[in-house]
């Protein structure tokens, strides 16, 4: 088995990554050589060790870390947890959930700042602990993602089927046909990638204001022959469906729709200002979530009764609560239009699933935890065989052909849910061995680009609430006991200690020693000169204040 992973990956008690060449045979410097070089030209510093190209422009970061997370996740599949659990339940999970997140956010960002290589936390969970704690962070990142990906495939199609009255073209032919596309257009390159997230993000971001802007209308009664109702729907049907069961039961959803908001440290290593650029993401982290999530359970709440009949359809692409609401004000030809909304998240969202999947498994293999093969890439520095690899894993789709849309995404969620979980809590933990280190060999804390004063409790918060929610996830399948939903919610914990035992018994179980570990590998300079920023006795206290998270 250990013939199949690459044997130049360094022992984990060495201090130096190896270098990588790229398939043009150019041989690409270890990112230390290049910090500790400042005169290493902008030619030499356009690719990462391991050979992907560093194309990504602050502006791409910023709106790919605030609006990159918006999916048919939280437009669509956020129905199914307003009738599941009932308004409230949806609030009180979105406010959890987004302090988890909240923590998870600042944990990464301190993290990757100053170590901006590599696929973010699952190469500094492996260089910080041990080869096995790096793949199961980097493998569970994969099936979250790959998830993902099929579910927004699968909700592609059935918007076009909708469309397709006459359905000319089967279900599995715009399946075909997206996936070609995609894997065409993530050949061009990372530049191409950051380009059309950007401009998605945007689009997103205004789709989103008008539909607040429509809610508040729409409950103040300005709508012509609608009288306004507030929030009652918070009192018939009421605030809970089914109690603190239906509480508990939307919280797998709910983490599913917070999943991506950690995925921009995958593009720390094609990211040409790390410094200046993750730290400004990163604190868009509290819009994001009081912007995107709140306000979209907020009003979601309050236009949508949780009975509604339209959120028990079984083609769960086509009943979104904002085209609920929209038909439910009296514009029934609004369907069409929330449809378009959702087919330009879900290009945003599968360009963002294969492009983050197929970099993890990129360093997993450079890594020397997966396959070699996998890391091969061409004269643009994209990871062909990864990307190919990613897409073929989002024909899991398929399945919607026999089970149905709404059926097919209530499996993705509970086989990804926990991954989720799995993943952020390996963050919190990759947190605390990082300041350790830094703490044991005496480094100054003001050399970390971003720094939270909030550690380390707040680390600790993380790594404790993951681990409890991915625990009690799915406690509603105890009783009554459903053995297929049980194994789905839980399956992934037994599977990420398998990756565990099988990662050390080929790599070998060695825990990477703290004192000795060299912290100036991985740090680099940004590629564009930093501006002259003035000294914090000149910035004004609120900017202080923010700079603090």
């Not at 059309?196 to 971001?205: N, R």
């Not at 009288?227 to 603190?244: C, E, K, R, S």
């Amino acid at each position: 088995m250990a013939r199949l992973f690459n044997r130049g990956a360094r022992n984990l008690s060495d201090s130096s990554y190896p270098e990588i060449s790229q398939s043009n045979d150019t041989k690409v410097p270890n990112d230390v050589e290049a910090y500790n070089d400042e005169s290493a030209s902008i030619e030499v510093n356009s690719y990462d060790s391991t050979g992907v190209k560093r194309g990504l422009k602050d502006r791409h970061i910023s709106l790919i870390a605030l609006a990159g997370i918006i999916g048919p996740g939280i437009l669509v599949g956020a129905g199914i947890t307003l009738r599941t659990g009932g308004p409230l339940a949806l609030l009180i999970a979105v406010i959890l959930i987004g302090i988890v997140a909240f923590s998870i956010m600042v944990s990464l960002g301190e993290i990757i700042s100053i170590y901006p290589s590599g696929n973010g936390f699952a190469t500094l969970a492996r260089r910080f602990h041990s080869n096995s704690l790096g793949a199961v962070s980097g493998y569970n990142y994969v099936i979250v993602w790959f998830c993902v990906l099929s579910n927004e495939y699968n909700t592609l199609s059935s918007i076009m089927r909708y469309w397709d009255v006459d359905e000319k073209i089967p279900l599995y032919g715009y399946i075909l046909i997206f996936w070609v596309f995609f894997e065409c257009f993530q050949l061009l390159g990372v530049s191409a990638f950051g380009e059309a997230e950007y401009w998605l993000a945007l689009i997103k971001i205004f789709g989103l204001i008008a539909y607040y802007i429509f809610s508040i209308i729409y409950i103040s009664g300005g709508i012509k022959g609608r009288p306004a109702f507030g929030f009652h729907y918070w009192n018939d049907p009421g605030a809970l469906t089914h109690g603190f069961r239906g509480v508990a039961s939307v919280f797998t959803y709910v983490s599913t729709f917070f999943s991506g908001v950690e995925g921009i440290s995958s593009t720390v290593s094609e990211t040409k200002n790390p410094s200046r650029a993750i730290p400004r993401a990163i604190r868009q982290t509290v819009f994001r979530i009081i912007f995107i999530y709140l306000f979209i359970a907020i009003f979601y709440g309050a236009t949508v009764p949780s009975n509604d009949p339209n959120l028990l359809a079984s083609e769960r692409a086509l009943k979104s609560p904002i085209g609920i609401a929209i038909v439910n004000a009296g514009w029934n030809g609004g369907t069409h239009l929330v449809n378009a909304f959702i087919l330009i998240t879900c290009l945003s969202a599968v360009n963002s699933s294969i492009y983050i999947g197929s970099r993890t498994l990129t360093h997993l293999s450079s890594e020397g935890l997966a396959p070699r093969i996998i890391a091969w890439k061409n004269k643009r520095g994209v990871p062909v065989v990864a990307v190919t690899l990613m897409n073929l894993l989002g024909l899991l789709s398929i399945m919607n052909m026999s089970t149905g849309a709404a059926n097919a995404f209530t499996y993705i969620v509970n086989i990804s849910g926990v991954a989720v979980f799995i993943v952020w809590g390996i963050i919190s933990y990759t947190h605390i061995r990082v300041r350790s280190a830094w703490k044991k060999q005496g480094f100054d804390l003001s050399q970390l680009p971003y720094r939270t004063r909030l550690f380390p409790w707040i680390a600790w918060f993380g790594l404790a609430a993951n681990v409890f929610l991915g625990l009690v996830q799915g406690w509603t399948t105890l009783s009554p006991f459903v053995a297929g939903d049980f194994v789905d919610a839980y399956i992934l914990l037994p599977f990420a200690v398998v990756i565990y035992v099988v990662t050390g018994l080929v790599k070998g179980f060695s825990v990477v020693d703290l004192h000795t570990i060299d912290l100036d590998e991985g740090r680099r300079l940004d590629l564009d000169e930093a501006t002259v920023t003035d000294p914090d006795d000149k910035i004004p206290w609120f900017k202080r204040f923010w700079k603090e998270f």
